[in-house]
């Protein structure tokens, strides 16, 4: 039975940093792929980044590249997400979602996701 679990959000300022994880079970074998998303409200849920459980490296929505990064540590199965140089447009509801297959490059597409997390608040302010 798959389970997504994040946590670390919080508070921040302008061009703090955050450091987001999500905790991966369930899933059969190391073929799988785990997404960020995030939602504010009004606003359609976008996709952050995504990396697949065997992968080096990730795939990123254009306007975080270079300050947001993905990664896999495949012992714990947790997925990460480091956030730097916040905006306050990064404010949101972020979401860990997780498909049971595998990817040539991995999807920021919402309707490609099967498990969902239970989010965890991201608050840019001053």
């Known amino acids: 039975q798959v389970q997504l679990v994040e946590s670390g959000g919080g508070l921040v300022q302008p061009g703090g940093s955050l450091k987001l994880s999500c905790v991966a079970s369930?899933?059969?074998?190391?073929?799988?792929?785990v997404a960020w998303f995030r939602q504010a409200p009004g606003k359609e849920r976008e996709g952050i980044a995504c990396i697949g459980f065997d992968d080096r490296n990730g795939n990123y929505r254009d306007s975080v590249k270079g300050r947001f990064d993905i990664s896999v540590d495949k012992g714990k199965h947790t997925f990460y997400l480091e956030m730097n140089a916040l905006k306050p447009e990064d404010t949101g509801l972020y979401y860990c979602?997780?498909?049971?297959?595998?990817?040539?490059?991995?999807?920021?597409?919402?309707?490609?996701?099967?498990?969902w997390g239970q989010g965890t608040q991201v608050t840019v302010s001053s």
């Open positions: 979602a997780g498909v049971g297959r595998p990817f040539r490059q991995c999807a920021l597409d919402a309707d490609e996701y099967r498990y």
């Open positions: 369930g899933f059969t074998g190391n073929y799988y792929t």
